[in-house]
């Protein structure tokens, strides 16, 4: 358990699923607002990767994901998406923000795992 993901989520049924399917294999801190995820990534080094919801109360997804990739500080830091929009618009935009990947909701458990382990894998190095 040595990588620690930030999840930022608003809905508490899904980040309690997160953090119950991903705390056996990795270090997690939740948080329900982009605010919150800003001052987590700022006064933590440790964070290996950002679970990220796009459509949030206050700061947006989209918005925690252009400050992150202009600052470089977290210019390595993998940004994985989780969204319930099937919007491709929406997709685009986010990949063309800095999301590594974007898993649309509601996901296969094995799959987001493979992609976190793969993003974590990548930028561990």
Excluded: C, Y
Excluded at 16 to 25: H, I, P, Q, R
Aim: hydrophobic residues 45%.
């Amino acid at each position: 358990m040595d990588h620690h993901i930030l999840i930022v989520e608003d809905d508490p049924l899904m980040v309690a699923f997160l953090d119950e399917f991903l705390s056996g294999n990795f270090q997690t801190t939740k948080v329900t607002s982009g605010e919150e995820a800003l001052e987590i990534l700022r006064s933590e080094t440790d964070v290996a990767l950002v679970i990220l919801d796009l459509f949030m109360p206050g700061m947006s997804g989209f918005e925690l994901l252009e400050i992150v990739r202009a600052d470089a500080g977290f210019d390595r830091l993998p940004v994985l998406v989780l969204s319930g929009s099937e919007k491709s618009e929406d997709r685009v935009r986010a990949l063309e923000a800095g999301a590594d990947d974007f898993v649309i909701k509601p996901f296969n458990p094995q799959e987001l795992a493979a992609r976190v382990k793969n993003l974590i894998r990548r930028t561990a190095g």
